[in-house]
């Protein structure tokens, strides 16, 4: 019977370490961002949502981006470019909600737009995932592994 050996981060598939990291942003963005989906929600509950985009969501937003900037080299044919082009579009929609939430009378549009943002996030992230699944972080140039770091995984720790 064979044994079955741990394999260490950095012989593990990037997909493999960057899943858990993207859901809990997933769940942290959620978390702030779906209370203005509610019916009506108001200016302080908008205006918190525009908050946590300027604060946390663009740091980690900046930190993925920079992983692609990285990544988008490995990708098949124009994968690489996509990545680029969805993360622009994801960075343009948080601005515009970071505008919205800081104003009065723009529960709707914030609503329709937070809605977007997050559908936006996960295709983005799993696009990322998708360009990642051939790649073992051992691959990866010293400035990704430095991201990685960064977002939380860290591809040298085997325990």
Not at 11 to 16: A, H, I, K, P
Not at 98 to 119: C, D, F, I, S, V
């Amino acid at each position: 019977m064979p044994t079955l050996l741990p394999i260490s981060p950095a012989e593990q598939s990037l997909v493999t370490l960057l899943l858990p990291s993207h859901e809990d942003w997933v769940r942290e963005a959620r978390g702030f961002l779906e209370p203005a989906l509610e019916p009506n929600p108001d200016f302080w509950t908008r205006w918190a949502a525009a908050r946590y985009l300027s604060d946390g969501f663009e740091t980690r937003y900046r930190l993925e981006r920079a992983l692609v900037d990285q990544l988008h080299h490995w990708a098949p044919g124009h994968f690489g470019a996509r990545l680029i082009r969805e993360g622009d579009l994801l960075a343009l929609r948080r601005l515009e909600l970071e505008r919205l939430g800081r104003r009065r009378g723009t529960a709707a549009e914030m609503a329709a737009g937070t809605e977007q943002l997050l559908e936006q996030l996960a295709t983005w992230l799993a696009a990322i995932e998708l360009a990642a699944a051939g790649l073992r972080a051992h691959d990866l140039p010293a400035e990704a592994a430095d991201i990685l770091t960064q977002l939380g995984v860290d591809p040298d720790n085997e325990g």
